[in-house]
């Protein structure tokens, strides 16, 4: 109760984690070993292998569960290491319902890793719910959610999911890595299953790749704590350790981000060469008022189409910035920039891109925290 009364930024110094009890070190100790003694077979004070359990990872695991407002955290080597364990929960036959527009290692997993072995995926646009409700069949177990989705910025009503996925008795899983869990707690507004690449946002640093996986139902936990283990896709303890470190700043970061984000949006889009802006801060964006609903703020990420219509046109303006990094990934301190259609959503096939609103022409940005001013600077010289 004292821990749900905290306020986010009180959590993210001080929920889950604890001075070390031998030395009363503030900082979690990195735990960097493989295994523990055994005062005898059997008779070890909660840690055998590291693969199973080890202490950094222990209190990561349970910081992440107390800022999504949930019991249990499983953390992952990959958030794709994630995407895998909730693929395993399921079995030959069973379908899933995803958006139809996330990231493309999602959509990769799905259609060629697990689509061959009998999982059916079907790809819908969440933003609308009846759509969804016209997809499920007896088959169907899991409603895959991505909001904000990857790279489009929609915003799927997670309360309308979950009421969907508990009138066909599914499971909602939620990615919430564009929001982070302080924009948004998935968990409050019905999800079973919460995602997080670490990579981003959390860990915020550009220096850790990881998964995460958020639930409340001790069933649940127990079976994808068995994955975890079995499938051995979990992080080393000095992972740990810095995604501990990047979630002491995440609600400053995520002000920062949010704040820059908003402007470089609004500059966008009074450009006179830049065309259509995607960012759910606009009053004018499909699911704004959702999106004001469920989220705190409307964070750093925002797309953009050149008025020049063109893959020649973005690859220019791609290989032609400073601060603005081309690169993969988001979410980091400093400002990025990708081409999704050639990087990110690349596994996508075109048809597929197109028909969730992802045109070979769209720049997806990731704002970081530098002085904005600079980054518009960036901006107004690439755009020419």
């Known amino acids: 109760m004292y821990l749900?009364?905290?306020?986010f930024g009180t959590k993210a110094l001080h929920a889950g984690v604890h001075p070390d009890p031998t030395t009363g070190a503030i900082m979690t100790p990195i735990y960097q070993t493989s295994t523990y003694v055994q005062s005898g077979p059997g008779q070890h004070k909660g840690y055998e292998y590291s693969r199973t359990h080890n202490p950094t990872r222990t209190q990561l695991q349970d910081?992440?569960?107390?800022?999504?407002n949930a019991k249990y955290g499983l953390c992952f080597s990959t958030g794709l290491g994630a995407i895998d364990a909730v693929c395993k929960l399921f079995a030959p036959g069973d379908e899933i319902i995803a958006t139809n527009d996330l990231y493309g290692g999602t959509f990769r997993i799905f259609t060629k890793m697990y689509q061959p072995f009998g999982i059916k995926f079907k790809f819908v646009d969440m933003t609308k719910p009846e759509l969804v409700e016209a997809a499920i069949?007896?088959?169907?177990?899991?409603?895959?959610?991505?909001?904000?989705?990857?790279?489009?910025?929609?915003?799927?009503?997670?309360?309308?999911?979950?009421a969907v996925a508990k009138k066909h008795n599914l499971l909602l899983a939620v990615d919430n890595t564009f929001a982070s869990p302080y924009l948004q707690n998935p968990m409050d507004q019905g999800a079973d299953i919460i995602m997080?690449?670490?990579?981003?946002?959390?860990?915020?640093?550009?220096d850790v790749v990881m998964g995460a996986l958020i639930v409340n139902d001790d069933e649940l936990k127990t079976r994808l704590e068995f994955i975890q283990n079995s499938s051995g896709a979990t992080?080393?303890?000095?992972?740990?350790?810095?995604?501990?470190?990047?979630?002491?700043?995440?609600?400053?970061?995520?002000?920062?981000?949010?704040?820059?984000?908003?402007?470089?949006?609004?500059y966008l889009k009074d450009h006179p060469k830049v065309g259509q802006v995607f960012w759910p801060g606009f009053?004018?964006?499909?699911?704004?008022?959702v999106a004001k609903k469920q989220m705190r703020d409307f964070g750093g990420m925002i797309s953009f189409e050149l008025k020049e219509d063109s893959v020649e046109a973005a690859m220019k303006l791609a290989s032609s910035t400073h601060l603005f990094a081309c690169a993969e990934s988001l979410g980091g301190v400093e400002s990025l920039l990708g081409h999704p259609a050639s990087m990110t959503h690349a596994a996508i096939p075109k048809a597929e891109r197109e028909k969730a609103g992802l045109r070979d022409s769209l720049i997806r940005?990731?704002?970081g925290i530098e002085d904005v001013d600079d980054l518009i600077a960036d901006l107004e010289q690439a755009i020419g």
């Open 63 to 68: 910081q992440l569960a107390a800022l999504e």
């Open 365 to 367: 940005l990731s704002v």
């Open 235 to 266: 992080p080393g303890p000095m992972d740990c350790f810095l995604a501990l470190r990047g979630i002491k700043t995440l609600h400053i970061r995520m002000q920062r981000h949010c704040e820059n984000g908003a402007k470089i949006a609004r």
């Open 196 to 206: 997080h690449s670490i990579t981003k946002y959390i860990a915020g640093h550009s």
């Open 283 to 289: 009053t004018d964006h499909p699911n704004h008022e």
């Open 137 to 162: 069949t007896d088959k169907t177990k899991l409603l895959w959610a991505e909001t904000p989705t990857n790279p489009t910025l929609k915003i799927i009503d997670i309360a309308a999911m979950s």
């Open 4 to 7: 749900r009364c905290m306020k």
